[in-house]
């Protein structure tokens, strides 16, 4: 809270939101919980280290693309733009903007504040584009298992399969 845009983010709004909507393409249902909503803002936080000397900006960048928080901004934008009436899974592109905070774990604590866009410099973002791709292809195949699963575990029976002498590879040179 000692950082003053952190704290005026967090002025007004509600803590922990779950958010229940129906995908609009599969008709499945999707959840998110939201760390913090607000009328201008979701605001996600994380924390971070950085470690191996690498700068702090740097640890952050790399935790957005390695931990895939891409993914995580773009779907809670579409489950909130769904949840506030816009029956489209487009509505991401409209929804208010997606804030992650990244909160140093160790002293001194230091944040760094980013938000993720549908555009930059009027361009589509290509990270939020990626997002929405891999979104709507995880949306598919969760689909697609509720499908054919329903509420029985998500596995297919197995035939018994002989193991041939090929595939161990000890035995290749004896």
Not at 73 to 89: D, H, I, P, T
């Amino acid at each position: 809270m000692d950082e003053p845009r952190f704290a005026e983010l967090l002025k007004s709004g509600r803590a922990e939101v779950p958010l229940f909507v129906t995908d609009p393409d599969t008709g499945i249902g999707l959840k998110a919980k939201l760390d913090w909503l607000a009328p201008t803002c979701t605001l996600d936080i994380k924390t971070f280290s950085a470690t191996r000397g690498k700068p702090i900006s740097r640890a952050v960048t790399d935790a957005i693309w390695y931990e895939h928080y891409y993914r995580q901004a773009y779907f809670y934008s579409m489950v909130r733009a769904l949840a506030e009436g816009n029956k489209k899974v487009s509505g991401a592109q409209t929804a208010p903007t997606f804030i992650l905070a990244f909160v140093e774990s160790e002293e001194p604590h230091e944040v760094r504040i980013r938000e993720l866009r549908p555009k930059s410099g009027g361009e589509v973002s290509l990270l939020w584009e990626r997002a929405r791709l891999e979104v709507r292809d995880m949306i598919r195949l969760y689909a697609s298992c509720v499908e054919k699963f329903g509420n029985e575990p998500w596995r297919t029976n197995q035939e018994v399969d002989p193991l041939l002498d090929e595939e161990i590879k000890a035995l290749a040179f004896t």
